[in-house]
């Protein structure tokens, strides 16, 4: 099947891959030109998560409090893993909380973060825009399926964060409801 083929690649040329939900072989390429389910094999690795730079806990059915906790936990760590994905789970205050105060870290490598369909509202959405402005890491983030609007606030911080971040190379934005005023 293509999820066995995607994982058997992936492994083959890292040795090291998670899964935890349906692998999509169209993934943002991360800053190295690889994508998220690909890596070298001379990549270095970390003891505490052996060499791990994508986790994918799409649809895992995990409370803000978990993310939040994975999001620590993933961030803090000696040799950080680079892509984190959380389609379909719930993301809350605590969450963004977290990512606020890790992101501003200078040891943070994350590349790639994935909250699509995971119930963010239009005041998070502002807050994730303001923390990604000034950060140097992130080149995209999945924020689609959110059912997010487009506010005067949100209009603003789109323009801080675009002007601002010069890393940011794919901002998912679909199927929300953003409208275009005339």
């Given at each position: 099947s293509t999820i066995s083929s995607v994982a058997s690649?992936?492994?083959?040329?890292?040795?090291?891959?998670?899964?935890?939900?349906?692998?999509?072989?169209?993934k943002q390429n991360?800053?190295?030109?690889?994508?998220?389910?690909?890596?070298?094999?001379?990549?270095?690795?970390?003891?505490?998560?052996?060499?791990?730079?994508?986790?994918?806990?799409?649809?895992?059915r995990l409370s803000d409090?978990?993310?939040?906790?994975?999001?620590?936990?993933?961030i803090t760590i000696s040799s950080p893993i680079q892509g984190l994905e959380f389609e379909g789970?719930?993301?809350?205050?605590?969450?963004?909380?977290?990512?606020?105060?890790?992101?501003?870290r200078h040891y943070c490598r994350l590349q790639y973060l994935g909250i699509s369909n995971?119930?963010?509202?239009?005041?998070?959405?502002?807050?994730v825009l303001q923390i990604i402005t000034t950060n140097t890491s992130l080149c995209a983030v999945n924020a689609s399926h959110n059912g997010l609007n487009h506010t005067s606030h949100t209009?603003?911080?789109?323009?801080f964060c675009l002007r601002g971040n010069k890393t940011l190379r794919c901002l998912d934005l679909s199927f929300n409801r953003f409208t275009v005023e005339s």
């Open positions: 690649n992936a492994s083959e040329k890292s040795g090291h891959y998670a899964y935890g939900g349906p692998v999509n072989s169209e991360l800053q190295d030109g690889y994508t998220a389910t690909e890596f070298p094999s001379n990549s270095p690795t970390d003891t505490n998560l052996y060499g791990l730079r994508y986790l994918d806990l799409s649809h895992c409090s978990s993310c939040s906790e994975i999001l620590r936990a993933a789970n719930t993301i809350g205050q605590k969450f963004i909380d977290n990512f606020q105060g890790l992101m501003s995971s119930g963010i509202n239009d005041k998070i959405f502002h807050t209009k603003e911080a789109f323009k």
